[in-house]
């Protein structure tokens, strides 16, 4: 049977500032989006048949933020990642917890493995991620627990799977839109991200779990 192999890169930015959203006294303000999952635009791509087959998914995590004024670092925990497609629903690529330091990942520009799964062939049209928490450590030598709206956080993808190819989606959280405080100097984590995925990509992953990939042809993006 012909094999694919599906990977998603989740470069998580950590740009700019930190936003201020709320001027009340309110500790536990709602971000502007409330919903337990968020779901990004797709740019319409015309999408041929698969080549059929099985694949594996690839997870990685990366950070290429420019430095925030008065936060050292951000630790993003996922408990699950899954896949979705028309034909078959929702499929889970792992449920082993990762936990991401985000500048440290921007530093050193790396994608970070967090996870794989062999798939079938086909059209893949969302990534949800499970978020367990997000630390927020500021220059200062505190620690704080960022608030999250929901738990899930859903883009759309337009990823094509083909039988022995390999196949990438990369997710950009930007953290400059996603983190916020409040008036009470409590943080909020409200994701926000872009997506672009390829098809025949050229993956590997080293002895450190760093992941590398050229190549392929854009097959969709989102915003």
Same mark, same amino acid.
């Given at each position: ?21 709320? /001027? ?12 337990? @999952? ?6 319409? $791509? ?5 080549? @059929? ?40 690529? $792992? ?24 798939? @079938? ?16 450590? $500021? ?24 039988? /022995? ?6 997710? *950009?959280?930007?953290? *400059? ?20 995925? /390829? ?6 992953? *080293?002895?450190?779990?760093?992941? $590398? ?11």
């Amino acid at each position: 049977m012909n094999k694919a192999i599906a990977v998603i890169i989740l470069v998580l930015l950590v740009a700019g500032g930190i936003y201020f959203f709320s /001027r009340t006294t309110d500790t536990n303000p709602t971000p502007s989006s409330t919903a337990t @999952s968020t779901t990004t635009s797709a740019t319409s $791509t015309p999408t041929p048949t698969p080549i @059929s087959g099985t694949g594996k998914v690839l997870i990685e995590i990366t950070d290429k933020a420019a430095d925030m004024t008065a936060v050292s670092e951000v630790q993003m925990t996922l408990s699950k990642v899954e896949l979705h497609s028309q034909a078959k629903g929702w499929m889970t690529i $792992t449920t082993e917890s990762n936990t991401f330091k985000l500048l440290a990942l921007k530093s050193s520009g790396h994608l970070q493995f967090a996870g794989e799964a062999s798939i @079938s062939a086909g059209v893949y049209d969302q990534v949800k991620l499970t978020i367990d928490n997000v630390i927020v450590k $500021t220059k200062a030598g505190t620690s704080k627990t960022a608030k999250l709206p929901g738990k899930t956080f859903t883009v759309i993808t337009n990823m094509m799977v083909n039988g /022995r190819q390999t196949s990438s989606a990369k997710i *950009d959280i930007m953290a *400059d839109k996603s983190l916020h405080t409040t008036t009470t100097g409590e943080y909020v984590f409200a994701p926000t991200a872009e997506t672009e995925t /390829r098809s025949n990509v050229t993956a590997s992953v *080293d002895s450190h779990d760093v992941v $590398t990939t050229s190549g392929g042809t854009v097959t969709g993006t989102t915003k």
